[in-house]
């Protein structure tokens, strides 16, 4: 055997170590990175949750302050017009005529009637408003429960995320390292296939791939078998080279 073919099959034996590292670590960090965004959105699920109540608080609270005003000003009025129906009785016991008598009794009358209509409307409004005022002390209630857990979470999430961060750094870092160590022909096709599967590697022991789980061309088993190759499945793509069973030791 020449050692120009020796060195070749060295060569082939290296770039399936770096293959198998190189997967290892960017299935390291794709974890890491499904924990951040698992972290992130459990902050973003507190915050947005606190928004949307903020916002109905708004618009509720405006709704009641809208409300009280128009109640304060119908017993403004209400005791205006109490004071206003005092001057009228005073009026009608006073009066000397029939004619003025008569006119001091409409007035009492109609006083009487506005305060009736102002009381009603009163009424009305709080009924119309009791099931707001319910909705805002139940979202504040919500409010304060929320502000409380985030108040809790956010420190340690924030701790987490920032450590998320840190290890998928030091990670990618040590990927460029293995990246070196493969062709960049070879390197191309382990994105492309990594962007469209997920894993870009796959492994055979016995003339199956062990990704997609369909049987390999017998030929190409062989040829895998018998010396150190890189191909890639017929089925799935994927960079395939042979394994030996862990009970076998291959040279």
Known sequence: ???????NREQVREQIRALEELAAMDAEVKILEEKLVEERGTLTSLKDSLKKLDDKLQIDRATVGAADKQRNELQHDVRTMTQQ???SREKLNRSRTERESNAAQRELEELRKLIRDREEEATRIDGDTASVRGAVETAEGEHKR??????????DISAKVNQLEADRSAKGGGRDAIVKRL??????????????RGNAIAQTTDGTCNKCNMALPPQLYHRLRREPLIEQCPSCNRIIYFAAPAAQKVD
């Open 1 to 7: 055997m020449s050692s120009t073919t020796e060195q």
């Open 85 to 87: 129906i005092e001057h």
């Open 146 to 155: 929320i502000s409380e857990e985030l108040a809790a979470v956010e420190g």
């Open 183 to 196: 062709p960049p022909v070879l390197f191309r096709k382990y994105e492309m296939i990594r962007g469209r």
